[in-house]
T-cell receptor, first 117, second 113 residues
């Protein structure tokens, strides 16, 4: 079974500073994908960044980067130069193959990030 | 390119009623997945449809069902509503290939009274 653990229920960061949101995962799949989503109070899940299990380089998307350490089974999200609009819930998710070739996302419980001015 | 759309955005129902939620995926996407989000249980996978066939199902009772049409649009139905069904229901679409990114819609907030 796959499992995602986010140990930080809430995080605070000052505007313009960097912040790291932790994520560890557990899976027996050889091929899998790791995702980070942002969920503002409006409810929509916004895709931020993706890391494939066979990707050797850490993924980056603008101010977002994923610190992928496969041996430690961790996939931490780093947000550089935080902005007030970054305040939201952040979810780490994993997707791997299930029987029958279908896939599903398994989510962590999320981290609520608050950016202070 | 239009994103994933979900209708309605908000719903209020009473116990025992049934409800149908709709999801239109991104153009070209053939996989649609449904998730339930509650404060207590977090985000939980309901089911996934690909090319009009249910490919995977989560651990939800049979009251929760879905279908997908030939244009990839999907509907989710919940019969005999219970108070605990109050949740945000999110739909996500992808091309359906191996380990692809799922893009989510804005969700439908269901309140059962």
């Amino acid at each position: 079974a796959q499992k995602i653990t986010q140990t930080q229920p809430g995080m605070f960061v000052q505007e313009k500073e960097a912040v790291t949101l932790d994520c560890t995962y557990d899976t027996s799949d050889q091929s899998y994908g790791l995702f980070w989503y942002k969920q503002p109070s409006s409810g929509e899940m916004i895709f931020l960044i993706y890391q494939g299990s066979y990707d050797e380089q850490n993924a980056t998307e603008g101010r977002y980067s994923l610190n992928f350490q496969k041996a430690r089974k961790s996939a931490n999200l780093v947000i550089s130069a935080s902005q007030l609009g970054d305040s939201a819930m952040y979810f780490c998710a994993m997707r791997g193959l299930t029987q029958g070739g279908s896939e599903k996302l398994v989510f962590g419980k999320g981290t609520k990030l608050t950016v202070n001015p | 390119k239009a994103g994933v759309t979900q209708t309605p955005r908000y719903l209020i129902k009473t116990r025992g009623q049934q409800v149908t939620l709709s999801c239109s995926p991104i153009s070209g996407h053939r996989s649609v997945s449904w998730y339930q989000q509650t404060p207590g249980q977090g985000l939980q996978f309901l089911f996934e449809y690909f090319s009009e066939t249910q490919r995977n199902k989560g651990n939800f009772p049979g009251r929760f069902s879905g279908r997908q049409f030939s244009n990839s649009r999907s509907e989710m139905n919940v019969s005999t509503l219970e108070l605990g069904d109050s949740a945000l229901y999110l739909c996500a679409s992808s091309f359906g290939g191996q380990v692809e990114t799922q893009y989510f819609g804005p969700g439908t907030r269901l309140l059962v009274l």
